[in-house]
């Protein structure tokens, strides 16, 4: 089984609100992933977590800031968004050298 | 540093038509090399991966060879369905710290009837 889960599926916040996005694997993978993918463009890297340690930020801005409770689980928490961050937020998690992508969360920011 | 370059999309074909999309890389050492698939309104699905030279990876019809001397991994389908309709990516791994994709800019394939 290869499956990553994400929730929601779609989620619509104001600029002033407070929302979480979460991902869930039970691969026993050690590694997990933010990306965010604008239409039309690959997968943009944010954040990965190894071992349950933040491990890489690509210098992302401080209103998105993940957390990684246990080795199953990644969030993303999400507060005072811009309209230009509305896209595709996929998770994704790793075996060796191999990613697996979740279906992402459709986030829009009015 | 490391890339991957696709051929620009969209590529239009008829059902059961020949496909080939083209990928190259630049990169140091010996990286893993990846197909993925994206379907409207869903996330990347892994289609195949070769880990060393002259590996072929293949999955549902699809194929993509290792090529070290041309820096290569081109997709190949012998018949394309409508069901392929999708963009394609092509990726590597260094396989350093982090195990971060280098991604292409993706190859939109649209399959009619």
């Known amino acids: 089984d290869t499956e990553v889960t994400q929730t929601p599926k779609h989620l619509v916040m104001g600029m002033t609100n407070k929302k979480s996005l979460k991902c869930e694997q039970h691969m026993g993978h050690r590694a997990m992933y933010w990306y965010k993918q604008k239409a039309k463009k690959p997968p943009e890297l944010m954040f990965v977590y190894s071992y349950e340690k933040l491990s890489i930020n690509e210098s992302v801005p401080s209103r998105f800031s993940p957390e990684c409770p246990n080795s199953s689980l990644l969030n993303l928490h999400l507060h005072a968004l811009q309209p230009e961050d509305s896209a595709l937020y996929l998770c994704?998690?790793?075996?060796?050298?191999?990613?697996?992508f979740g279906p992402g969360t459709r986030l829009t920011v009015l | 540093g490391n890339s991957v370059t696709q051929m620009e999309g969209p590529v239009t074909l008829s059902e059961e038509a020949f496909l080939t999309i083209n990928c190259t890389y630049t990169?140091?050492?010996?990286?893993?090399l990846f197909w993925y698939v994206q379907y409207p309104g869903e996330g990347l699905q892994l289609l195949l991966k070769a880990t060393k030279a002259d590996d072929k990876g293949s999955n549902k019809g699809f194929e993509a060879t290792y090529r070290k001397e041309t820096t290569s991994f081109h997709l190949e389908k012998g018949s394309v369905q409508v069901s392929d309709s999708a963009v394609y990516f092509c990726?590597?791994?260094?396989?350093?710290?982090?195990?971060?994709?280098?991604f292409g800019g993706g190859t939109r394939l649209m399959v009619k009837p």
């Open positions: 990726a590597l791994n260094r396989n350093n710290a982090g195990n971060m994709l280098t």
């Open positions: 994704a998690s790793s075996q060796v050298d191999t990613q697996y």
């Open positions: 990169a140091t050492g010996y990286p893993s």
